[in-house]
């Protein structure tokens, strides 16, 4: 186990009292217990409060646009399958303008891990709704309640059979770290839904709301049968099930199964011009 | 008709197989020794409609298209209608007993005889085309050992009589028709197209990674990758959307791994978000737009040279950039490959600006000398001092070591907002300038190695066809028949149209009588953007928005108006 000082100490801009706060906190445990030192780690992200996490923890990172981290995050990983990617960002960057982004990444099956701060609210922007927040809920601008229907991500991923689907609560970060472990060790892609309360934004979905209701799966819910990660998927409001939902052992990575990405990183393979000049010859 | 020179068209519905037959005999040229210039022009639709694929071939140097028809091969009825007030008076009309020559003098061949099935079809047109030619059998046949080598040797027997057949009857019933002049005999040349050129051109530059949605008429340059990839080390992705593409791209870039992103406009336009990222993030990478006719899906098969100012000002935002416009087959391979070095050197953005026209050109040419190549830049591998690394270092030339995660212990921070020079977000006064001062820096190192304008022509031309990308030949071609008849043209080529490097060609705009502008699209934008950057103003513009690619004769016909 490393020292988690390793990855830093840094201010955020995030509010005090903010579920972020503890999801940095559960990432660090998680990469320290993982024996991941800074360099061996690529930490993508998009934009939105959460998307801020590269610049406060030391890894390798990329912080690009708004709805955008997980076609960076992938390409990383193909370019390079030694190093360990993490894709974080929020629930609107992540479902609402990364929503196809992500269907094609759960498809795809690149072994990255993608950790989404679910706060069922737009933060960054001070308090749209987002593409999780519950049907009827009133925000500024939604003053008669939001009227979209509530996506539920985990249920889509279950249903696209995805490879690692993970809900957690940021309030648990022991709990939290260990999803974010068997996340990062699974070999495809793998996905943490954490709810992470919006303090300032989200006057519904509190600390308090989360924590009356999640509940961890125990041993009696087996992440293979579909049909039972489905039921999980699927109960969200009273009771919110927390571990791990569902678990593919069946599909294999794309960069597991692709030649010459396992050949090392691509921009370290040689550019043969005897190959080249072949190529040429077939042009005759 | 011209003794130097031919132009075929061979027309017909798409699916009826008039591409194998232009391919086959094209080839057969090349290797004959015969310079060859193909341009294809289609519909956007799988089976029907009216495509041809147009070979003009002979022994002197061809550039560009031709609008005028020596041979037509009209495969259907409608073919005749179309094109025969193009056929010249000279003109040999070839189409099937059964159609109508409408007139025109016409070779009919008994295509239900000559092939015994109706697969058969196009060895007996191809057949025939070789005997009118007088390309020798022997090349013909080397053809159908190379398309049906894989087949069997039934397969391969049975084309050939068909093949023999087809030739016999073209020499028994085609004799008054003139052949072509002998080739001189050369070197082995290849036959390739614009788009792959471009791709050997980014796998002589390393490229390692490509992520692409299908767009015409880009798509090709993936597809070439892909079928050279796994020889050559390239990771192709065929993605979810063009934003997908370049976001992937610019990850890929950042993990180290040399990238193209081909495109057309309508999928560049979803691009130009990415585009702003690749600027602040200093993340190199290449993106191809090959052009056709918009606004919106426009004419989606044909060409045009309007994408230009998207190209130039795509994304929000102050950061440098380069374009290259290739004008030949040789410069995608060699442009292509220059846009890696330019693209890591000042990791940035760069554009190859190409249309269908030239996508679709097929040539002979040269192999190309792999030896003689200059080096790619590449990135920082050194991993000295990793404690110290700051991707943004502010520097003198606005060059930033950059250097690739995981390759050693130097922690890389790519980042999209305006950043310090570790990478983090920063909203200083004073840290904002400087690194946008640093980032447009390498505009003026760009600038400082533009590729400068080719001169075709005339010594002190009276008038000067000024041009860029695929226009080149046809200004070329129209230059030497004005001069031919006694006029002083000459051609400025532009090869790279951003930046601009006004010492190379302002003295010589300003000395010239009457400079033209022949660009392909409505508002003139090279000559706008000329005006703005130097003041001057070409005298006329000779436009084409038609979605038809330029030709001599359309240039000459508009200087003469």
């Known amino acids: 186990m490393l020292d988690i000082s390793i990855y830093g100490d840094y201010h955020t801009s995030w509010c005090p009292g903010c579920g972020n706060h503890d999801v940095l906190k559960a990432l660090k445990e998680a990469l320290a217990g993982l024996d991941l030192a800074p360099h061996q780690v690529v930490h993508v992200s998009g934009i939105g409060q959460a998307a801020k996490a590269p610049h406060y923890i030391t890894l390798n990172g990329f912080n690009g646009l708004h709805g955008r981290c997980l076609p960076p995050a992938q390409a990383v990983k193909l370019a390079n399958p030694s190093l360990t990617v993490i894709a974080e960002s929020g629930d609107g960057c992540n479902y609402g303008e990364g929503g196809n982004h992500f269907l094609a990444a759960i498809r795809r099956n690149v072994n990255i891990t993608l950790l989404v701060h679910d706060n069922q609210i737009y933060g960054l922007t001070k308090g749209q709704a987002s593409p999780t927040t519950s049907e009827g809920h009133v925000t500024k601008s939604q003053p008669d309640g939001v009227t979209n229907a509530s996506f539920n991500p985990i249920a889509v991923a279950v249903a696209m059979r995805a490879g690692f689907v993970a809900r957690a609560f940021s309030g648990n970060i022991s709990h939290l770290a260990t999803m974010m472990q068997e996340a990062i060790r699974y070999p495809g892609f793998a996905m943490v839904d954490i709810l992470s309360p919006c303090i300032s934004f989200n006057k519904v979905n509190t600390f308090g709301w989360y924590k009356q209701r999640c509940y961890e799966l125990g041993p009696d819910h087996d992440p293979g049968n579909w049909d039972a990660a489905m039921a999980k998927a699927n109960e969200f409001g009273e009771h919110i099930p927390v571990g791990i939902i569902w678990r593919n052992n069946e599909r294999m990575a794309l960069d597991e199964r692709v030649a010459v990405c396992k050949q090392g990183p691509l921009g370290r393979q040689s550019v043969d011009m005897a190959v080249l000049a072949g190529i040429m010859q077939s042009y005759i | 008709m011209s003794v130097q020179n031919r132009h075929i ?319 030949t087959i040789e410069d995608c391979f060699f442009l292509t490959r220059k846009a890696f070095d330019i693209s890591e050197k000042y990791q940035s953005p760069v554009f190859v600006l190409t249309d269908q026209e030239l996508a679709d050109r097929h040539m002979g040419v040269e192999p190309f000398d792999l030896d003689a190549l200059p080096p790619v830049a590449g990135p920082d591998l050194s991993d000295t001092d990793a404690q110290a690394y700051k991707r943004y270092v502010l520097t003198k030339d606005g060059l930033s070591p950059r250097r690739i995660p995981g390759y050693g212990e130097s922690i890389v921070l790519a980042d999209c907002h305006e950043h310090t020079e570790d990478g983090h977000i920063t909203e200083d006064i004073d840290m904002r300038i400087a690194m946008n001062d640093k980032r447009m820096l390498k505009e003026e190192g760009m600038r400082s190695e533009v590729v400068p304008p080719r001169f075709f022509g005339a010594d002190r031309p009276d008038t000067l066809l000024l041009c860029w990308g695929s226009t080149e030949g046809a200004a070329r071609e129209a230059a030497n028949v004005l001069n031919g008849q006694g006029q002083r043209v000459g051609v400025l080529s532009f090869t790279q149209v951003w930046p601009l490097a006004p010492e190379q060609f302002l003295p010589l705009l300003e000395t010239v009588p009457k400079v033209v502008c022949v660009e392909g699209n409505k508002t003139a934008q090279f000559a706008r953007l000329l005006r703005q950057e130097t003041g001057f103003r070409p005298h006329r513009n000779i436009l084409r928005y038609d979605g038809r690619p330029f030709t001599a004769s359309y240039i000459i016909g508009k200087l003469a108006d």
């Open chain 2, 9 to 327: 068209v061979i027309g017909g519905a798409a699916g009826q197989g008039l591409v194998t037959v232009g391919q086959m005999l094209s080839k057969g040229l090349v290797r004959a020794g015969y310079e060859v210039l193909v341009t294809q022009d289609y519909m956007s639709r799988v089976r029907g409609g009216h495509n041809t694929y147009n070979i003009r071939t002979g022994v002197t140097p061809l550039t560009g298209p031709a609008e005028s028809i020596d041979i037509l091969v009209a495969l259907n009825q409608e073919t005749v209608s179309l094109h025969k007030r193009a056929l010249g008076s000279d003109g040999i009309l070839i189409l099937d007993e059964g159609f109508d020559a409408e007139g025109l003098a016409a070779l009919h061949v008994p295509f239900a005889s000559l092939a015994p099935k109706a697969v058969f079809q196009n060895i007996a047109a191809l057949g025939v085309l070789c005997s009118v030619l007088g390309l020798s059998k022997d090349h013909a046949a080397t053809l159908v050992h190379d398309s049906f080598g894989k087949k069997g040797q039934a397969v391969i027997a049975q084309n050939l009589q068909v093949l023999d057949e087809a030739y016999a009857w073209g020499e028994a019933n085609a004799a008054s028709f003139e052949k072509l002049p002998s080739a001189v005999s050369r070197a082995p040349r290849m036959f390739i197209n614009g788009n792959e050129s471009l791709a050997l051109g980014a796998l002589a530059a390393g490229v390692k990674f490509c992520s692409f949605y299908p767009m015409t008429p880009a798509t090709s340059i993936a597809q070439n990758l892909i079928t050279h990839g796994r020889k050559m080390g390239v990771y192709v992705e065929q993605v979810e959307d063009e934003i997908a593409a370049l976001n992937m791209g610019l990850g890929a870039s950042y993990a180290g791994a040399p990238t193209l992103i081909p495109t057309s406009g309508g999928g560049f336009a979803l691009m130009t978000e990415a585009v702003s990222l690749a600027g602040v993030m200093e993340q190199p990478v290449v993106v191809v737009v090959a052009q056709r006719p918009g606004p919106a899906t426009g004419l989606p098969t044909r060409t045009e040279q309007a994408d230009f100012n998207l190209v130039l000002y795509a994304g929000h935002g102050e950061f440098p950039r380069a374009i290259f416009a290739p004008g």
